[in-house]
């Protein structure tokens, strides 16, 4: 069973909680978990313990300490979902960025030898700037979005990224996952994977937006991606 721990931020900007997850024996590697806009809610801490579960320590720091520490929302509830949607305007993808790096230090510090990101939503947008701005060993991005707003970056690119798209996701429509995908198909170290019939969220845990075929597939390539680089 995980547990909330304290970490502080960088440039002395404060400390802000995440949830922990220890495997049992000693890991070899970690998993960073990035929230969607709903918090560290029940969904992002079970994708914590699956992960401790496979032998990897794991961490889900809270995105959005700053300000609207420890919040959580059900996606499936319409007045939380339009409440998250509000917050999100708050949200910092570069200061999310930094805070990744304190939790990948921390992963370090505990023995992980490798450390990987997975992020999902704005989580996922977050998870690919860990792959171009930390020493991450290898990320994760599913429907990430602000992707788009940093392609200039992908040069930067210099660990394994895999990044996974619903085709029927209006929030990330073909236009903009096509720009996606010229910008990055041809890089080296990137690998893309769309999935039919999927919108956005197919990967939650439960709920009304999973996808339980794209999402089976999805995790499977995610959980083959982390055993081919952190093992």
């Not at 998993?31 to 889900?60: H, T």
């Not at 030898?113 to 992020?119: E, F, L, P």
């Not at 200039?152 to 995908?181: C, Q, T, V, W, Y």
């Amino acid at each position: 069973m995980g547990e909330w721990i304290a970490l502080n931020a960088l440039d002395g900007e404060g400390s802000f909680d995440a949830w922990l997850a220890r495997p049992t024996g000693q890991p070899t590697a970690a998993i960073i978990v990035i929230q969607e806009i709903f918090g560290v809610n029940p969904g992002i801490r079970d994708k914590v313990e699956n992960w401790a579960a496979k032998g990897y320590l794991a961490i889900a720091p809270d995105m959005f300490w700053r300000f609207a520490p420890h919040y959580e929302a059900d996606p499936d509830i319409k007045e939380e979902l339009d409440h998250a949607m509000e917050l999100r305007h708050q949200f910092d993808l570069g200061k999310a960025a930094k805070d990744v790096e304190v939790a990948i230090r921390h992963a370090r510090a505990l023995g992980a030898a490798k450390v990987g990101v997975v992020g999902f939503c704005a989580g996922g947008s977050v998870a690919y700037l860990a792959a171009t701005r930390t020493d991450a060993d290898a990320c994760v991005g599913y429907y990430g979005r602000l992707i788009v707003e940093h392609l200039n970056e992908a040069r930067a690119i210099a660990r394994p990224l895999l990044l996974h798209f619903g085709l029927e996701d209006p929030s990330i429509p073909a236009d903009i996952r096509g720009r996606m995908r010229d910008a990055l198909v041809s890089h080296p170290r990137v690998t893309i994977h769309e999935y039919e019939g999927a919108g956005h969220g197919f990967a939650a845990t439960g709920g009304k937006r999973r996808n339980e075929q794209a999402a089976a597939l999805a995790d499977a390539r995610t959980e083959a991606f982390f055993r081919e680089h952190l093992d």
